[in-house]
Nanobody, 119 residues
Framework: VQLVESGGGLVQAGGSLRLSCAASGSTYGINTMGWYRQAPGKERELVAAVTSGGGSTNYADSVKGRFTISRDNAKNTMYLQMNSLKPEDTAVYYC?????????????WGQGTQVTVSS
């Protein structure tokens, strides 16, 4: 599975951005896609995740009510709508795909996209 993120950039506090993650390759089967972020000097953390059926999502407490994760399985694309952005949201955002096939767990990462929120 190959993952390509886009949509990052520089935005002022209170602004919005929408990240996209396009998946290609062997994306079939039950899987979970998610967004993680890593700020300088900090560990990578989960921001939000969504199951392949789209029926189950979860969010980090710090982004609840501000970010919305979604996916379009027909396009093999996942999105993260980020509203009311804060300077503390500044980080590199990574797309993640996790799925299990024939008992083997597969875990893939995108290259990351920078999000910078100015105060």
């Amino acid at each position: 599975v190959q993952l390509v993120e886009s949509g990052g950039g520089l935005v002022q506090a209170g602004g919005s951005l929408r990240l996209s993650c396009a998946a290609s390759g062997s994306t079939y089967g039950i899987n979970t896609m998610g967004w993680y972020r890593q700020a300088p000097g900090k560990e990578r953390e989960l921001v939000a995740a969504v199951t392949s059926g789209g029926g189950s999502t979860n969010y980090a407490d710090s982004v609840k009510g501000r970010f919305t994760i979604s996916r379009d399985n027909a396009k093999n694309t996942m999105y993260l709508q980020m509203n009311s952005l804060k300077p503390e949201d500044t980080a590199v955002y990574y797309c993640n795909w996790v799925g299990r096939r024939f008992g083997v767990l597969y875990n893939y990462w995108g290259q990351g996209t920078q999000v910078t929120v100015s105060s």
